[in-house]
């Protein structure tokens, strides 16, 4: 009973602290209109009026809130914001884009029967080898293999000859895929132009692309990072034109039913997806690929805005690979290949890359992980949607966080595609000798000289959302900064000196406090505490004559003393 009643007086005392520091805010806060709220002197005894203008602070606050989640909202919900810059934004300020070509046909006849034969001398049967052959597409398209296959891989494997080093050895050489090659209208030779890269439509041949598409058989360890190219003309010839031969007669095995060579225009330091599609070269057609990109940059303010509110990433955000710039399709790319390393313990064939490869530490998919792989392709698909919801049940057992984004910073190609059928050479510069019409004629070039820039900036930044902020409490309650500070002040310290004051005056005073005004007669003799100095001197001065008898006396009868608290009776002296 007593412990309850010690709960019950400190709640009753935390409660008047509280109540009490409320009053001393709104008397003393800067705010506008809480003034008239608490025990003011001129309203103290007007209810009425102090509960209106309670009610016209409420609303007031309900209001500033109101407005303020508003403003909130619309920060989070559009942090950025793009404009078009220009319209008239020059071409030749733009790197020219890469250009891969990849034949149709994924094993190159030739090749195919002189790698036979030096099987054969290990002791391998060229019924054996062909088979192999014949499946290594499968890696790509992760169709179900037999047993037997995966028999012959190992002891292909034994001999040195893993599923890697038999494509690249199959695989259609750039040498006789490009029979001449022009650059700005000058004969270059094919070799210089174009570099062995592997991507996920196979073993392919790329003009201007980045070192981390390139094979390990081929990479240059020490090779320079490559320049970027730009060009100051527009038109067919004014940029990169190829005679390929599309090989018909060393085809083996082929993804379509068709002939001809696909052509991938993509950026340099970008890893080809199938967006990068352009169009299929085929034997006797002249095909006229145009540009025109859009320039898109983004606002170094950018990056003040965490990641997942501003919805884009710049090149050095996102991969773990930093050899290796930041673009959705290599995020994407990454993103398949951590997931499939975590759950088949290798990475397809099709999709490495060495740096990553070298930081998972897991071998390369062979056919004995095509099942893996699979169920793997029925199970998950490695959409921009599905990426967040793998990598959230990936990451409670393997640490995976895979989060793409676009990139800030980009350049779009819009492609436009002609194809005509070859009759005679339409330009000087080619020999008139050859027979076009047993060859492909590709042009890659710009459209216009012109294309439009964006430019990708904050809709709101920090600094205008507390400009807003403030513009919002000093429109409703003529607040500012130092109204918080003056409201955390009287909140923060005063409390503690009211309870203080509180528990001073209770231990002084241990008798009950009164509270009511009471009256009482002293007929014969002054009360206790009456000649307090200050109520001495008080008294002299307005009372000047009566203390001196020129007055008129008080009557005895008519003496009451108020009294408010015991404090009263105290004699101060």
């Not at 020490?222 to 005679?243: C, N, R």
């Not at 057992?397 to 050479?425: A, G, M």
């Not at 809709?459 to 900064?481: E, K, R």
């Amino acid at each position: 009973m007593v412990h309850s009643l010690s709960v019950l007086a400190a709640l009753r005392q935390a409660s008047l602290t509280v109540v009490e520091t409320f009053w001393i805010f709104c008397e003393n806060s800067s705010l506008h209109g809480l003034r008239y709220i608490g025990p003011n002197k001129a309203i103290r005894g007007n209810i009425l009026l102090r509960f209106v203008w309670s009610v016209i602070a409420m609303v007031s606050l309900g209001f500033t809130l109101l407005l303020a989640n508003s403003a909130w909202d619309q920060f989070r919900s559009n942090p950025t914001l793009t404009t078009i810059e220009t319209t008239s934004y020059p071409v030749s300020l733009i790197a020219f884009p890469s250009v891969t070509l990849c034949n149709i046909n994924k094993i190159h006849s030739s090749k195919a029967v002189e790698l036979g034969k030096q099987l054969m001398e290990l002791g391998i049967p060229l019924n054996d080898t062909t088979d192999v052959l014949y499946s290594l597409p499968r890696l790509n398209d992760y169709r179900p293999i037999d047993q037997r296959i995966i028999a012959i891989e190992q002891l292909l494997a034994s001999k040195g000859y893993d599923t890697e080093r038999l494509s690249f050895e199959v695989a259609p050489p750039c040498e006789t895929m490009m029979i001449h090659c022009f650059w700005l209208m000058k004969p270059v030779q094919c070799r210089t132009l174009f570099r062995r890269t592997k991507i996920f439509a196979g073993y392919c041949c790329s003009f201007n692309a980045d070192r981390f598409l390139e094979p390990n058989f081929t990479r240059s360890q020490d090779a320079l990072p490559q320049d970027s190219i730009h060009v100051t003309g527009i038109g067919k010839g004014e940029g990169l034109s190829v005679l390929m031969d599309i090989g018909e007669s060393y085809y083996m095995a082929s993804n379509r039913f068709s002939y001809g060579i696909e052509v991938y225009v993509h950026r340099s330091f970008d890893f080809p997806d199938y967006s990068d599609y352009t169009t299929v070269v085929q034997r006797g057609t002249e095909t006229d690929v145009s540009i025109l990109p859009t320039m898109v940059t983004a606002s170094p303010a950018l990056r003040n805005i965490p990641l997942e509110m501003r919805g884009c990433a710049f090149a050095d955000e996102g991969n773990i690979t930093t050899s290796v710039p930041y673009t959705y399709s290599n995020c994407m790319n990454e993103c398949e290949m951590r997931y499939i390393a975590t759950a088949c313990r290798c990475i397809p064939l099709f999709r490495q890359t060495v740096e990553l490869q070298a930081m998972l530490q897991v071998p390369i998919c062979g056919f004995r992980e095509l099942a893996c792989l699979l169920d793997l392709k029925e199970r998950v698909s490695f959409t921009s949607a599905q990426v967040g919801n793998m990598a959230g049940s990936e990451s409670k057992r393997s640490n995976i966080k895979c989060h793409c984004y676009p990139s800030c910073t980009l350049e779009k190609n819009e492609v436009h595609t002609i194809t005509n059928t070859i009759s005679k050479p339409q330009n000087d510069y080619y020999t008139p000798e050859f027979n076009f019409s047993a060859y492909g004629v590709l042009h890659v070039h710009f459209r216009s000289t012109n294309c439009l820039k964006y430019r990708r900036e904050p809709f709101v930044t920090w600094q205008t959302l507390v400009a807003t902020f403030g513009g919002i409490l000093g429109l409703c309650f003529g607040g500012s900064i130092l109204s918080l500070i003056e409201a955390v002040f009287l909140f923060g310290v005063i409390p503690f000196t009211v309870f203080k004051a509180m528990k001073n005056k209770s231990k002084a005073h241990p008798s009950p406090t009164v509270n009511a005004i009471s009256y009482v007669n002293y007929p014969r003799h002054q009360p206790l505490g009456y000649f307090r100095r200050k109520e001495v001197m008080a008294r002299a001065i307005n009372n000047a004559g009566a203390m001196w008898g020129t007055g008129k006396s008080m009557p005895s009868d008519n003496r009451r003393w108020k009294q408010h608290y015991i404090d009263e009776l105290r004699i101060i002296p």
